[in-house]
């Protein structure tokens, strides 16, 4: 079942942040500009693009599409943030600016959560295309797999923070549809270099409602071409703030007694911490190490029992065929 968006539904915001994907930003807006859903606000949220994408907005003359343009790249936790921060619907959903989706997939998801004012996320499977928009059967169903939406049917779950955290099954960008006042979007950490769908995925696993899921393949999801061998310099140096940035969020869902998972969350916290003191100990820093250690050793996130946990969340996955090398 889906709902039409005549003048009495609700407005659901999309917002599609972007940076210098001029072709795949057209086709990402034509997808939502296609929604058999119509009542929208659509917020394209540049980053700064050296080619300006005005021109491709400005394509499709719909008044329902407004442009926001950085003057300088702020990141993209905060260009996620600022787009939502325009929004004004009712509900919200965050597209990638090169993925796709399906001309129903607002309207299949929006109406559960039109029957059930609890429900605070509706979430799809998806297919994966690759650079030119192909679909890949065989890596779909290893995504599926690899995300636990095999191990789901179409309902209603809660709690779910293990389908949020554990198996990390919603794709927040791009695959699902917020209520937007049942987040506290002023929680995202701004200097998150990435990751902002697990934190949004916390946000609302501990949001104190449920979520709606159908297998549907509603959505698009464009995986490109690996990184080429010369760019792995480039990553490794922004390798080290990117840990301690992702440590500190999961340390945040790690205090929160809201959090149910708390072995699985443990033994991420621990397993970053443990990234940390081996690139210390590598570049022979050991003032850095020493405090990092003193650090880690007062949050209690050297515990031997972490161990334990990798082997069960392995051995948990092995069974269930995710896939999952690590838990």
Same mark, same amino acid.
């Given at each position: 079942?889906?709902?039409?968006?005549?003048?009495?539904?609700?407005?659901?915001?999309?917002v599609i942040p972007t940076f210098d994907r001029p072709h795949y930003l057209e086709i990402a807006l034509a997808s939502v500009v296609a929604q058999s859903y119509a009542k929208l606000e659509i917020i394209v949220c540049?980053? +700064?693009s050296p080619r300006?994408?005005? +021109?491709v907005v400005a394509s499709f003359n719909d008044p329902r599409i407004r442009l926001h343009r950085h003057p300088c790249n702020i990141g993209q936790t905060p260009n996620i943030a600022k787009g939502v921060a325009m929004a004004s619907g009712k509900y919200v959903a965050i597209l990638g600016d090169d993925d796709v989706w399906r001309p129903d997939f607002i309207a299949t998801l929006l109406a559960p959560m039109e029957r059930d004012p609890g429900i605070?996320?509706?979430?799809?499977?998806?297919?994966?295309?690759?650079?030119?928009?192909?679909?890949?059967?065989?890596?779909?169903?290893?995504?599926?797999?690899?995300f636990g939406r095999h191990l789901l049917?179409?309902?209603?779950?809660?709690?779910?923070?293990?389908?949020?955290?554990?198996?990390?099954?919603?794709?927040?960008?791009?695959?699902?549809?917020?209520?937007?006042?049942?987040?506290d979007w002023s929680r995202i950490p701004l200097d998150?270099?990435?990751s902002i769908d697990i934190c949004i995925a916390y946000l609302l696993a501990t949001a104190g409602g449920p979520c709606f899921y159908t297998p549907t393949r509603l959505m698009q999801y464009r995986y490109? +071409?690996?990184?080429?061998?010369?760019?792995?310099?480039?990553?490794?140096?922004?390798?080290r703030g990117d840990i301690r940035a992702t440590l500190a969020m999961w340390m945040m869902f790690l205090r929160d007694d809201r959090v149910k998972s708390r072995s699985y969350v443990k033994m991420i916290c621990t397993r970053k911490a443990m990234l940390i003191l081996l690139d210390s100990l590598q570049r022979r820093d050991v003032r850095g190490f020493s405090a990092d250690l003193r650090q880690f050793l007062r949050w209690g996130l050297l515990?031997?029992?972490?161990?334990?946990?990798?082997?069960?969340?392995f051995q948990r996955f092995q069974r269930q065929g995710t896939g999952r090398l690590l838990p």
């Open positions: 079942m889906s709902v039409s968006g005549g003048p009495d539904g609700p407005l659901v915001s999309v540049d980053n +700064a300006d994408p005005s +021109a605070v996320v509706s979430f799809c499977d998806h297919d994966i295309i690759n650079a030119e928009g192909t679909v890949d059967a065989a890596v779909t169903e290893q995504v599926t797999r690899r049917r179409e309902g209603v779950y809660d709690p779910f923070d293990q389908i949020a955290l554990v198996y990390r099954s919603i794709c927040v960008v791009s695959g699902s549809l917020i209520r937007r006042g049942a987040v998150l270099p990435a490109h +071409a690996l990184l080429r061998p010369n760019s792995f310099t480039n990553v490794h140096r922004s390798w515990d031997p029992r972490t161990l334990y946990y990798h082997a069960l969340y």
